[in-house]
């Protein structure tokens, strides 16, 4: 009798064999494949499809930005996902442990050159920025004034001693 394997015992066989990504990116990359299809089913009224790997980086994209904010590239950094190919590397894992399924056009050439990390993620939640901060070249060296220092040469002046 073959014993079946529950799903965290399977994501410890994926880890053991690709250490390269967290348990919690394979959580991640569950869910946001959940709240992809639930996206697309509400927009299409379709109640499942196969999801495209355009398709599911958008959806990873929007899931991390909901779940996480301006922390969402650390979160995904802290568990590997540096780029959108990591996405596909984890789907592609899971399809090989049968957590996921794919179709035969699917291929982890799906989730090249998707978006930068830094543009989606963090770029967003910078304030922005002043049309006069593009034109300065580089820090500007200011001396200020003071009772010490009248004549601005950048040397402090030696206090005059008091007979008194």
């Known amino acids: 009798m073959i014993e079946e394997q ?14 390269r990504y ?16 639930q996206s697309i089913s ?19 994209r929007a ?3 909901e779940q996480y904010g301006p922390m969402a590239l650390m979160v995904l950094g802290e568990w590997g996902i540096r780029r959108c190919e990591d ?4 789907v592609f894992n899971m399809v090989e442990y049968e ?9 982890r050439d799906d ?3 998707g978006y930068d990390f830094e543009d989606v993620f963090q770029k967003p939640f910078l304030p922005p920025r002043s049309p006069d901060e593009s034109s300065v070249s580089g820090p500007r060296n200011i001396t200020p004034l003071s ?5 601005r040469s950048g040397h402090l002046s030696e206090p005059e001693a008091s007979d008194k």
């Not at 996405?87 to 984890?90: D, N, P, T």
């Not at 957590?99 to 291929?107: I, Q």
Request: glycine content about 8%.
């Open 111 to 113: 989730f090249k050159g």
């Open 6 to 19: 529950t799903y965290e015992e399977v994501l410890d066989a994926i880890v053991a064999a690709d250490s």
């Open 63 to 65: 899931y991390a930005l």
């Open 99 to 107: 957590l996921l399924a794919k179709t035969d056009e699917d291929s």
């Open 87 to 90: 996405f596909g590397e984890i």
């Open 147 to 151: 009772d010490e220092n009248p004549d």
């Open 42 to 60: 509400q927009k299409e009224t379709v109640t499942a499809r196969h999801i495209s790997g355009q398709e599911l980086l958008e959806g990873m």
């Open 22 to 37: 967290q348990h919690a990116a394979y959580h991640f990359v569950r869910d946001g494949l959940g709240y992809t299809q």
